[in-house]
């Protein structure tokens, strides 16, 4: 068996039956089943006011539920797959085994890009499988800003996951990475909204930071034209400053990078240290 087979065959032996896992999994499933079925009835009863509930329509409200939180999800779940098996020696019984530091790294890596493709698909299949029960006229699949919106979610999902993983290669418990990860992902809000008010003129670099990164990207205004002028429309109705955005080259690079970088200290990590 080659190499990456026999990754992948170590790390499906680990994953079957690690119950946390698969009840994190299901939970996501349920929830994205749940936040497309008020739509879906409203279709099968006749519908109401808004566009079809149908392609390409659809994804702008399936999306956006598991958008928010998909991504934590993920990061749970590489945590608690990943993290413990540092407490449980199972990393270090591979390595006497005779696998290197680097295997177990890129054994990993699959598990984090398998889990990253499960969770990428379940609202996508979803969706699309409301819209073929939906009585409403289906289009075609997705057009530009529907698109976007897919690729956004893959991002954050990315964005996340790699965070997990990074917490999980140093932290090396679950319960610790979870709440370091929560953690920071609360006194990052509070001190990106913090700073704009004391340096205006810092807003242009706190609008990279991870969660609002994140932020930016579960906006549909970041996605759809329409969304953003009917924003912008009520806020300036309101005497509200207009919404901006970041370029979407530049979202996606910050994005790219932080994975990057995430991914290269884990990696470091598992080459230095003790397992």
């Known amino acids: 068996m080659s190499r990456p087979g026999t990754l992948l065959r170590i790390e499906f032996i680990k994953a079957r039956k690690r119950s946390a896992l698969w009840i994190t999994l299901g939970v996501f499933i349920l929830f994205t089943v749940v936040t497309v079925l008020p739509g879906l009835m409203r279709a099968l009863q006749g519908g109401g006011p808004g566009p079809p509930f149908a392609l390409p329509w659809i ?5 956006q539920p598991p958008m928010n939180v998909g991504p934590f999800f993920l990061a749970a779940a590489m945590i608690l797959l990943f993290a413990p098996e540092f407490g449980w020696k199972t990393a270090r019984q591979n390595v006497i085994d005779g696998l290197a530091k680097e295997h177990l790294f890129f054994g990993k890596l699959i598990t984090f890009a398998l889990l990253l493709a499960a969770f990428f698909v379940v609202p996508i ?3 699309f ?3 073929i029960i939906s009585p409403d006229p289906t289009g075609t699949f997705a057009r530009g800003p529907e698109f976007n ?3 956004g979610y893959a991002l954050v999902l990315c964005l996340w996951g790699s965070i997990g993983f990074l917490l999980a290669a140093t932290i090396r418990a679950s319960g610790g990475a979870l709440g370091i990860m929560f953690l920071y992902f609360l006194v990052e809000n509070m001190v990106t909204s913090i700073i704009p008010v ?3 003129a810092m807003e242009r670099y706190v609008n990279f930071l991870p969660t609002r990164l994140f932020g930016t990207l579960t906006r549909t205004e970041f996605h759809y034209p329409d969304a953003l002028a009917l ?3 009520q806020r300036a109705a309101m005497g509200q400053p207009l919404l901006e955005f970041p370029e979407h080259w530049a979202v996606v690079a910050s ?3 932080y994975v990057a970088l995430c991914l290269g200290v884990a990696f470091a990590t ?3 240290r003790d397992l």
Do not use: D
Request: a positive charge; hydrophobic letters at 55%.
């Open 231 to 233: 924003a912008n429309e």
């Open 198 to 200: 004391w340096n205006p």
């Open 270 to 272: 598992m080459r230095k």
């Open 129 to 131: 499988a409301a819209s």
């Open 255 to 257: 994005v790219l990078a």
């Open 125 to 127: 299949v979803t969706g």
């Open 59 to 63: 994804w702008r409200g399936v999306l």
């Open 149 to 151: 919106h897919i690729f």
